[in-house]
């Protein structure tokens, strides 16, 4: 199958079922889940230009993707359109896959270091 299965005609054109049907289709014959999550946000979009029907489309692939696979750059930068796919809790843990710890930690000790650079100069410059 092609890199894009479907027109910007077909995504805003194609009936619910027949969307649904050739996007698992394109997802179980590619494993491409960064395509995949594109196109639905292109379905969020749909939904939220007035098709009512695609509230919550293709929900169980939603939540396979953000839940079961490894974490990807377009899955960070397009999370919180799909916020209203999960539950409280389960936001809680994806936002410590998306948004790990280790980034946290790793801008904590640049931090602790560069001010203990500071403070160094700062006793250096008052001993002298």
Known sequence: MAEQPFT?????????????QRLMEYYQETQNGTMTIKLLLAL????????????????D????????????????????YFVDYFETSELRILGLKLNPVRKFIEKTK??????????????????T
Do not use: P
């Open 8 to 20: 910007h005609q077909q995504l805003f054109n194609l009936k619910l079922e027949t969307i649904e």
């Open 44 to 59: 969020r979009v749909r939904y939220q230009l007035g098709a009512k029907e695609f509230a919550l489309v293709l929900q």
């Open 110 to 127: 640049s931090l602790i270091k560069s001010a203990a650079k500071i403070f160094q100069n700062v006793t250096d410059s008052e001993a």
């Open 61 to 80: 692939l939603v939540r396979y993707l953000f839940m079961n696979t490894k974490a990807t750059k377009t899955m960070k930068q397009f999370f919180w």
